[in-house]
């Protein structure tokens, strides 16, 4: 099991950037896969970014070249830096981690870009 808290959401310009993290509640060194999902009411949540354990990263085709993924393993804690941003990144992001198998998810922090 883990608990992940994720902060850094707010209110942005369109153009500016924003960092989001997610701490989690044990070591994350042996989760093969974390990530960031985002949804808006009414849709279905999407994946963003996601890292597995050595390294290896994906993204939505809608956000590669803005955004990027990060993961430090001494301070048990996913990053996404997002930069570039536009009013459709607006959306309530999630971070993610799946455990054998079984996916956990953080209470979600609100990301909203306007001008």
């Known amino acids: 099991q883990v608990q992940l808290v994720e902060s850094g959401g707010g209110l942005v310009q369109p153009g500016g950037s924003l960092g989001l993290s997610c701490a989690a509640s044990?070591?994350?060194?042996?989760?093969?896969?974390m990530g960031w999902y985002r949804q808006v009411p009414g849709q279905q949540r999407e994946l963003v970014a996601r890292?597995?354990?050595?390294?290896?990263?994906n993204y939505a085709d809608s956000v590669k070249g803005r955004f990027t993924i990060s993961r430090d393993n001494a301070k048990n804690t996913v990053y996404l830096q997002m930069n570039s941003l536009k009013p459709e990144d607006t959306a309530v992001y999630y971070c993610?981690?799946?455990?054998?198998?079984?996916?956990?998810w953080g209470q979600g922090t609100q990301v909203t870009v306007s001008s």
């Open positions: 044990r070591s994350i060194a042996s989760i093969y896969a």
């Open positions: 890292i597995t354990s050595i390294g290896r990263r």
């Open positions: 993610n981690a799946v455990i054998n198998e079984m996916n956990y």
